[in-house]
């Protein structure tokens, strides 16, 4: 055990505080017996001046009943009362004029001694007023205490245990192993537990953030660099000058697309509102695609309504499922329907067992053989989140539906 681990220093309070509290119960209880000894025997002196003033004043007879009526009691067995003459603590030994008066300690127990020897007779009275601490109850005070003391350092113990366990689920983390570690409980461990979980878990996507905004990047740019490439081999010409100025223009504006995707997925992106049309928002979204022949999106526009939206991120929203439904269609086309209440991307295809919870993930891809870096549903639906739209997929009449929600 670590000398500076917490255990070890709650068994080092409680083992003091056991030593602290046990030696003062015993100074006390020495202090207390002292002070009852004194008390004591106080008693016995007092009992021993009635007694010379009883016979004194001829009232020898009334000694028995006066110390009955005091808490004395005569002991009548002689072998006790020869083993009480062993006892050699006697604090009082007192001559009066009928005879000896002894107050004998024995046992803890206080006893007077009365030698009357006019008549040649000994009495023995104990004082029977319990003015003594019983020693069996302060074992039991003791041994009470030492059990609460154990009693508190085994709750104390198993309140720091689950911390343990949660520098296991640390360190395991922190060498490549995969570990979980739960602990519901709503106090301070439980808090931090499920703080730590939290950071964990952002920290897991920030990598995988990562990892996809790197292969978005090769992906995205192979296009514009292909263009440019064949461009660029092509006698020198005004339009083949446009092409490469259009392919520059192009990458330029991936690389602040790329910006805000990793903006995105590392949870930094600031939501600026604005008023825009579908048009405009149409308009930019397929001019990001690069396509050659556009008229594989065939746009339905009933009302070119404006609406208060993040430009940029809406833009990739409709990109991306522009591009999704062109690569998954079966005829390599798309619909985009722009209604009052919803926007809605649409491809043909086979009815398939569509999970959507699992496309929201990061690099799901419907079909390995498909192109593309996985991106899947999972930037479009975050996008929807924070745009606070609902995103609603189903499957009518031969058509793959993802329905925008405004």
Sequence with gaps: ???????????????????????????????????????????????????????????????????????????????????????????????????????????????????????????????????????????????????????????????????????????????????????????????????????TKKNNELVLARRFFLRAIMHELKTPIAKGMFAATMPESEKNKKILISVFKGMNALVNEFKQVEEILSKNHEVVLKEYSYSYLLEQSISALYLDNLQIIDVKMNEDRTIIVDGALFIILIKNLLDNAIKYSSNHKCIIEFQKEYINVKNIGEEKDFNTEEYFKPFARGNVEQSGFGLGLYLIKYICDTQGFELKYFYDDGYHNFRIIL
């Design 1 to 199: 055990m670590l000398l500076h681990s917490i255990l070890s220093k709650l068994i080092a309070v409680f083992a003091i505080s056991i030593i602290l509290t046990i030696t003062a119960i015993i100074q006390i209880t020495q202090y207390s017996n002292k002070a009852l000894r004194a008390e004591s025997i106080s008693r016995l002196y007092f009992a021993i001046l009635a007694i010379n003033k009883l016979y004194a004043s001829g009232a020898g007879v009334e000694i028995d009943k006066y110390l009955q009526d005091i808490d004395f009691q005569e002991i009548t067995d002689k072998r006790f009362m020869r083993e009480l003459c062993t006892s050699n603590d006697k604090p009082i030994d007192h001559k009066t004029n009928f005879g000896l008066i002894q107050g004998i300690v024995y046992k803890d127990k206080y006893y007077l001694k009365l030698i009357n020897q006019k008549n040649n007779s000994l009495k023995v009275y104990e004082n029977t007023h319990n003015n003594n601490i019983n020693d069996g109850l302060i074992k039991l005070l003791i041994s009470l205490i030492i059990m609460m003391f154990f009693a508190s350092l085994i709750y104390c113990y198993n309140l720091i245990q689950p911390l343990k366990g949660l520098t296991r689920h640390i360190r395991d983390l922190s060498n490549g192993k995969n570990s979980n570690f739960s602990y519901y409980k709503n106090d301070e461990i439980g808090l931090l537990t499920k703080e730590f979980n939290k950071a």
